[in-house]
């Protein structure tokens, strides 16, 4: 029942009935409505394709990451610093010192960003590039896809938010000079010289 009211109300707000008594302002307003309404279905396919550009842009740079990088197992040489409680505590990312062994037998070690849950002894999973440096992992297929996703709606919600925005401010413009009109119209009904101010 609510949502037969709700699909009436829109209705009613884009294809109001013809009216002797709709101002000009009432039509600035319907037609602004109906503009907005207009946009936001052009823009919603703009999204789309954003949102697919998105998600290849990340398939694409995960692939290059791949082609000259590879993942090694890495051993955590000393755990992270915890801050005391009477200070604070670790509530991001910490830098730890790891140590791998490459294919060729040969050991490195690098400092590198890690939760400060790990402990002296674990394994991380790290991707070493040239020159025997960490890099950034690359993004999963399941990651490309939430970006392109996060994208899209991104785009969406900002188009939402200025449509509306616009809308609101015109409405009340329109409404000050609807009151502006009201007060005029009452200030002759009730200063008219051939009737009282009581009518």
Do not use: K, N
């Amino acid at each position: 029942m609510a949502t037969v009211r709700a699909a009436g109300r829109i209705r009613t707000a884009l294809f109001p009935r013809r009216s002797a008594l709709r101002r000009s302002s009432d039509r600035i307003e319907t037609a602004a409505l109906r503009f907005a309404v207009v946009v936001l279905l052009l823009v919603i396919p703009c999204a789309i394709v954003l949102g697919q550009r998105g998600a290849e842009d990340a398939r694409a740079a995960a692939d290059a990451t791949r082609a000259i990088a590879h993942p090694v197992d890495a051993t955590v040489l000393a755990a992270p610093a915890v801050a005391s409680p009477a200070v604070g505590y670790t509530g991001g990312l910490s830098d730890v010192d790891v140590a791998w062994v490459e294919p060729d037998l040969t050991r490195h070690t690098a400092s590198v960003p890690a939760a400060p849950s790990l402990e002296t002894g674990e394994t991380m999973r790290l991707w070493i590039g040239p020159g025997d440096r960490p890099v950034v992992p690359p993004a999963s297929a399941s990651d490309a896809t939430i970006e392109g996703v996060v994208d899209a709606v991104g785009a969406l919600v900002g188009a939402v938010l200025v449509l509306g925005s616009v809308l609101l401010a015109l409405r009340f413009a329109l409404d000050r000079g609807r009151m502006r009109d009201w007060d005029a119209d009452w200030w002759t009904f009730v200063h008219r010289r051939d009737r009282g101010t009581t009518g």
